[in-house]
């Protein structure tokens, strides 16, 4: 298990954000901080509030209070385009591919946001050969698992300090979600951080450093996954689920 030394600073510091849509409140109170290197996972039920927490995250919806700073910056006194820019790359629920366009042309529009080089391209692909193989094919026309590989292609152009997942394993078969897992640990080892947001208690116990369940739109525990995978009563309680 990854464990951060004790000198390496967190590079997302999430500070007691409260998020509304419109009057509705969603998210209360919400603190977290994420390390160079981690997998930090989101576990909570459906309408818990995940979404919308790594939305605010990408500066798409306005904190009512809080703040997120990200290395240096204040995250959350940026416009979203600004946010990308920064490092932090978004794979929404549901993907957010261009339908239309090519596999290629995705990846450019990721490349874009940086400038990145060729070289990113190739070893984007290189993580993707499916993808390779077929460039030119429009995303709509792509399975399932070969979007998800896009989206998350698309995301790694960007080059991204941290990588924020909702639900990438979504009606995936297993060895499609075998492959995500793998580009996921890959990441981790080159020192890049992921949120994750995952259903999947087992992917989440062999993904996570460490989980943070949100219920109701609150983080009522963070913890480590050994103490999750010691502990899995604590998974039925806050997902009502063992
Ligand atoms: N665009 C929206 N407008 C109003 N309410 C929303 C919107 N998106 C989500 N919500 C509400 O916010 C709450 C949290 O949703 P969400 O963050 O999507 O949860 P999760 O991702 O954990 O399933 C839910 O009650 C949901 O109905
Ligand atoms: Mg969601």
């Not at 087992?202 to 009522?220: H, K, M, Q, W, Y």
């Amino acid at each position: 298990m990854y464990k951060p030394p004790i000198w390496v600073q967190a590079m997302l510091n999430v500070h007691n954000i409260e998020v509304a849509y419109d009057q509705v409140q969603v998210l209360f109170d919400i603190s977290f901080e994420v390390k160079p290197g981690e997998i930090f996972c989101l576990l909570g039920r459906n309408g818990a509030g995940k979404t919308t927490a790594l939305k605010s995250i990408m500066g798409l919806l306005p904190l009512k209070t809080g703040s997120i700073q990200f290395d240096t910056q204040t995250l959350s006194a940026l416009p979203p385009y600004e946010v990308p820019k920064q490092g932090i790359a978004y794979v929404p629920q549901g993907r957010g591919l261009f339908s239309e366009l090519t596999v290629a042309q995705n990846i450019e529009i990721g490349l874009m946001v940086k400038n990145s080089s060729a070289a990113t391209r190739d070893r984007v692909l290189d993580m993707f050969p499916r993808l390779r193989e077929r460039l030119k094919q429009r995303a709509e026309t792509l399975s399932g698992g070969e979007q998800q590989m896009l989206a998350m292609a698309r995301a790694l152009s960007m080059e991204p300090k941290l990588l924020l997942l909702d639900e990438p394993t979504e009606g995936l078969q297993p060895s499609m979600t075998q492959l995500i897992k793998d580009v996921i640990l890959n990441m981790k080892q080159e020192g890049v951080a992921v949120i994750l947001v995952e259903h999947h208690i087992e992917t989440v116990l062999s993904l996570a450093d460490r989980v943070a369940f949100i219920e109701n739109g609150r983080c009522p525990k963070i913890t480590d996954v050994a103490d999750l995978r010691g502990n899995p009563e604590q998974i039925h309680r806050y997902l009502g689920v063992s």
